[in-house]
């Protein structure tokens, strides 16, 4: 008889996003005319930059001839896109080509990256925390029983106001870190001496960090580091993860990609040969159309193109902290990040406030304690939406607080 996974089963409910999907779906089946504003997940608005659609379309006509077909590409992703990521985004900081792996998208290695490491790995992860890194390691054995609002297996690392968001070291020896800044959710950053303290921790106790730096095209801070490897010792104790999603709207197009450094090593295993076996074994790349599209990103035109979005967006998320901290709530993040996390009034819980803002002000936002017991009394709030819609959000959130 065939068994299934039994950690599915272990899963609570379903993902978080869905659950907000399927509450304003039903919102919606009742209030037919009401308009609703949707600030919740970090999906962009604006339209891919011309450089972009421009190299999509030469990749397209190569492909509709002999001489440009191209059928399986590498799996680890084409020379001339790796290349162009180790001279602009890791310029100076010593990774090689053969050290950066293209995939289709930083959630996917972020959940896929576990499948190099053993069962009995003891995982910490920050709280609040993306859902995508507890859920996978759920799947996968490592994270234990579920209980109320925590896997009983993983350690938790509260993210709160009064430590300023930050993690402190684990009390206890852990084996694999999660890390991710600027944050997702609370949109709050480390600087450089913050993210030396865990490499040092890492390096002692023969632990792996997960860095996810999806976000890092929108750090305005000069000590704020975009990469991990920009502290010394970082590629002999960290993985880091980089998306086209956010930086370029690739959210729909699907690029991005994984540095693992081949100083990287687990009692002598070098885990970019890992990486490598598992990239050829279950996965056969980015399409070239694709990665021709995130070359163009790497040019004069693409990059002043990318980062006029990416100005627009932090422009958003500016209007909303002013407007949230106006109403007299206290807000975090947005600064350095698209996201704005608030603490929801009069010490209210998150799905209320969530419930709120949406029946009365017609916002769609995402419940702080969906990602981790620590968010429990916040909200999260995306700056992907038009400026138009901010501002209407924004006028409507204020008139009900």
């Not at 996201?339 to 709120?356: H, I, L, Q, R, T």
């Amino acid at each position: 008889m065939a068994k299934v996974n039994e950690n599915y089963l272990k899963l609570p409910g379903s993902y978080l996003f869905s659950t907000i999907a399927k509450k304003v779906a039903a919102f919606q089946a009742e209030h037919p005319d009401r308009e609703i504003i949707k600030m919740v997940i970090g999906d962009v608005t604006r339209p891919l930059v011309p450089a972009v659609i421009e190299a999509m379309h030469k990749a397209v006509d190569e492909m509709g001839t002999a001489e440009g077909f191209r059928g399986y590409g590498p799996e680890q992703g084409y020379d001339f896109l790796r290349n162009k990521i180790v001279e602009f985004d890791y310029k100076g900081l010593g990774i090689e080509a053969d050290e950066i792996f293209v995939s289709d998208g930083a959630k996917s290695d972020c959940g896929n990256i576990g499948d190099i490491f053993g069962i009995d790995n003891k995982v910490a992860v920050c709280d609040p925390v993306y859902p995508v890194y507890v859920d996978t390691n759920a799947m996968a054995g490592r994270a234990g029983e579920f209980i109320e609002d925590h896997w009983s297996n993983l350690y938790y690392m509260p993210c709160t106001a009064e430590n300023g968001f930050m993690p402190e070291l684990p009390k206890e020896k852990v084996d694999i870190i999660y890390l991710c800044f600027p944050n997702n959710p609370t949109g709050e950053t480390a600087t450089r001496d913050q993210l030396k303290v865990w490499v040092d921790y890492a390096k002692a106790n023969g632990s792996v960090i997960l860095f996810d730096s999806a976000y890092e095209a929108f750090i305005t801070e000069d000590d704020v580091p975009h990469s991990i490897y920009e502290v010394e010792g970082a590629k002999e104790v960290a993985i880091e993860f980089r998306s086209f999603s956010k930086t370029a709207g690739f959210t729909g197009t699907r690029c991005a990609y994984t540095v693992v450094p081949k100083a990287l090593k687990v009692n002598g295993t070098e885990l970019n040969a890992l990486w490598n076996r598992r990239q050829c074994t279950k996965f056969n790349g980015v399409p070239y159309i694709i990665q021709k599209a995130a070359e163009a990103v790497y040019t004069d035109e693409g990059r002043k193109q990318i980062m006029e979005n990416i100005n627009y967006y932090l422009e958003n998320a500016k209007i909303m902290r002013e407007a949230l901290s106006g109403a007299g709530l206290e807000v975090y993040g947005g600064k350095n990040s698209p996201y704005v996390w608030a603490k929801a009034p009069n010490g209210m819980k998150s799905w209320d406030f969530f419930e709120k803002l949406l029946n009365e002000a017609g916002v769609v936002s995402t419940p702080g304690s969906g990602f981790g017991p620590s968010g429990e009394g916040y909200i999260r709030f995306t700056a992907f939406s038009t400026r138009e819609n901010t501002i209407k959000a924004m006028e409507n959130v204020k008139a009900i607080l």
